[in-house]
């Protein structure tokens, strides 16, 4: 089945640990990036990993020089089982982060192509490149757009059996129907505001649940 991963990019401690206990039923992994933990501190990632013993991956986009990734995969995974980089800084970089994560188990997530529609202009053009580099320092999953679908396609078609992580569902408009026809079992859907947003956020986590496991 294709996994749910909930982006919680909330901005309050408590509101976090809320969405969290009411969630938890229904998603396989969360997301936290900059807003939450700019909101509070790094230790926010070890109290949801203690709360809800689900796959914690963050997302800080690393994208600097070997060392300095380094030192921010150091911090970061010693608390989340995941991190989130940048590939177009080229794989020195990436492979200063793979170093750190081999040495604790830990796996690292490189983007490819993003979701947005500005992502077209300096993205799109080197994206197929990405995924080719993804595949060849053989990381442990892949960020690519489920706002385009035919572009999805392709880059699951480059790095074959590296999973994909899929944000674009919900508040971007994507389709999840055409998404779920490309991906397969141990890929993730990312879905933030619209079930964060949302009146019941556990009832939206467990309508896309539903929806992942009856394939739509
Ligand atoms: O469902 P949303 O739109 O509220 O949230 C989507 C989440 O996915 C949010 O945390 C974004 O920062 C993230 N994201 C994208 O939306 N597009 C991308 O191309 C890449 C990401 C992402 O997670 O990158 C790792």
Do not use: W
Not at 21 to 34: M, R
Not at 70 to 85: F, N
Not at 120 to 131: G, K, R, S
């Amino acid at each position: 089945m294709v996994k749910l991963m909930l982006a919680l990019d909330v901005m309050d401690k408590n509101k976090a640990l809320e969405i969290v206990k009411e969630t938890s039923e229904y998603i396989d992994a969360i997301k936290i990036g900059y807003p939450l933990v700019l909101a509070t501190d790094l230790k926010i990632v070890k109290e949801i990993k203690e709360l809800s013993n689900k796959e914690i991956i963050c997302d800080f986009k690393v994208a600097d020089i070997p060392s300095t990734n380094e030192k921010i995969a150091k911090l970061t995974l010693q608390y989340a089982d995941g991190i989130i980089c940048h590939g177009f800084v080229g794989e020195d970089s990436v492979k200063a982060i793979q170093n750190i994560a081999k040495e604790n188990n830990k796996k690292v997530i490189m983007v490819t192509e993003m979701s947005h529609p500005g992502a077209v202009m300096f993205m799109q053009p080197i994206a197929n490149e990405l995924a080719k580099l993804a595949k060849k320092l053989g990381v442990d999953g892949v960020v690519a757009p489920s706002t385009r679908p035919e572009r999805l396609k392709e880059i699951k078609e480059i790095v074959g059996e590296i999973s994909i992580i899929s944000p674009g569902i919900g508040a971007q408009g994507g389709d999840l129907e055409k998404v779920l026809r490309i991906l397969s079992n141990d890929d993730y859907i990312i879905v933030g505001r619209s079930i964060y947003n949302s009146e019941s956020p556990k009832e939206s986590a467990k309508m896309y649940k539903e929806k992942l496991k009856n394939n739509f």
